[in-house]
């Protein structure tokens, strides 16, 4: 089981940027697609993008396309969320998760979670 812990949430206004990052141990690195996913309490925990075992191929959520990208350094095992051009709708606690392919991170759930960083985006 691969274990995450996500960082780098904070607090940030409207129009700025913020990098979360999410550094992963126990198994394999690159056995697993990644993804972020974000929930506001009361509210559904929401796909925000994905990124497959390679980092060749992504997904985004129409809802921050343009605005967010994936990354992923298979060497140091840590996947990256770079969030520009944020906005108040972007407020959300943010988990890190695993999977074994990136498609199914969405369509069946990952496999693994972290405990999540809060990013709150002031108007």
């Known amino acids: 089981q691969v274990q995450l812990a996500e960082s780098g949430g904070g607090l940030v206004q409207a129009g700025g940027s913020l990098r979360l990052s999410c550094a992963a141990s126990g198994r394999t690195f690159v056995s697993y697609a990644m993804g972020w996913f974000r929930q506001v309490p009361g509210k559904e925990r929401e796909f925000v993008a994905a990124?497959?075992?390679?980092?060749?191929?992504?997904y985004y959520a129409d809802s921050v396309k343009g605005r967010f990208t994936i990354s992923r350094d298979n060497r140091k095992s840590v996947v990256y969320l770079q969030m520009n051009s944020l906005k108040p709708e972007d407020t959300a606690v943010y988990h890190c998760?695993?999977?074994?392919?990136?498609?199914?991170?969405?369509?069946?759930?990952?496999?693994?979670w972290g405990q999540g960083t809060l990013v709150t985006v002031s108007g």
């Open positions: 998760a695993a999977g074994l392919e990136a498609v199914a991170l969405v369509t069946k759930g990952p496999d693994a």
């Open positions: 990124i497959s075992r390679s980092g060749g191929t992504d």
